[in-house]
Every structure is written in C-alpha cells, then in structure tokens.
C-alpha cells in the first residue's frame, strides 16, 4: 500500500519503538498448509473497531487485509503437484507446466501421490485463489514493531469476515 515508511520512536527506558506508518509487504502464515511467506499487502478491507480505518488503509492489529495469493499457490503445487486457483482448461506457462507434469521416479511419485488424498482445500479458498488475493488478519501490531505479520483466514473466520465486508459493501 505504498513505500514501506517506518519511523523509529524513543521510548521510556531509552529503548526503540518502530512506528509503522506504510507498509507494502508482510509475513502471513497460511496453518491448514504449515506454509509462512513474505508477500505483498494490497489493501485494508475490513476493521472491527473503525471504519475510518479502513478508508485511511490504516494497518492495525486485527485488521483484515488483502494479500497476493501467488506465493501460497507456488507452495501448494509444488508440494502436492495439483493446480491451485486456475480456470479449467487454462494454459500454463513452461515453468508451472514443468513443476506440475515433472517426470519423477517411482518413489517419488509414491510419495506425491499419498499427499494428493489429503490434498483437499475449501470452495471458499479455491475461489480466492482464482481471484489471485487471499484475506489476512494481521496478528501483530505495525504501529510499535514496524512489521505486518499475520494468518490466512479460513474455515468459519474466513465465513464470517465475507459476511461482514459483504454487508458493508451492501450499506
């Protein structure tokens, strides 16, 4: 959400706080997958406390973010060689095709083929994917350690922030 600016602010013990003030990428954790990436922050879409939040793009604790789905869904194909978030029938470019369709040894294959019967992912998420942003909640706070790190949403947390920005957006 633009240049990353962070100022460094001195505290009561002569100790250092960084204030974030804009922040363009952050470490999110996706848990289901046990898969942590650095990404890019797009936009604040959603804050419980304030709406004024929301409209500054303001990154606080709790807030819930757009981030770009691209380094999750490398993750996912290559751990379980199965396409992640794209349309049927679409064309892949060279590389994603070698990942994918790989010649790999017996016991290779074995082994990815044991990780395809567990490899079951929401419609909720699989629709986010294919619009190539996932929701985030930041889990800590920007405003006095200078960095966005947080969780991908899913399950009933994912169900209940698409309810909430879709009544907002309704208003």
């Not at 460094?8 to 250092?16: E, I, L, P, Q």
């Not at 691209?70 to 396409?83: D, F, G, I, K, Q």
């Amino acid at each position: 959400m633009g240049p990353r600016r962070i100022h460094t602010v001195r505290v009561r013990g002569g100790n250092k706080k960084y204030r974030a003030l804009r922040l363009d990428v952050g470490n999110f954790s996706w848990g289901s997958e046990c898969c942590t990436r650095k990404t890019r922050i797009i936009d604040v879409v959603y804050n419980a406390s304030n709406n004024e939040l929301v409209r500054t793009k303001t990154l606080v604790k709790n807030c819930i973010v757009l981030i770009d789905s691209t380094r999750y869904r490398l993750c996912y194909e290559s751990h379980y060689a199965l396409p992640l978030g794209r349309k049927k029938g679409a064309r892949l470019t060279p590389k994603e095709e070698e990942i994918l369709n790989k010649n790999r040894s017996k016991k290779i294959q074995k082994k990815y083929d044991e990780r395809k019967k567990n490899a079951k992912i929401s419609s909720l998420l699989e629709e986010q994917f294919q619009q190539g942003e996932l929701l985030a909640c930041i889990a800590s706070r920007p405003g006095q350690c200078g960095r966005a790190d947080g969780y991908v949403l899913e399950g009933k947390e994912l169900e209940f922030y698409l309810r909430k920005i879709k009544a907002r957006k309704g208003k």
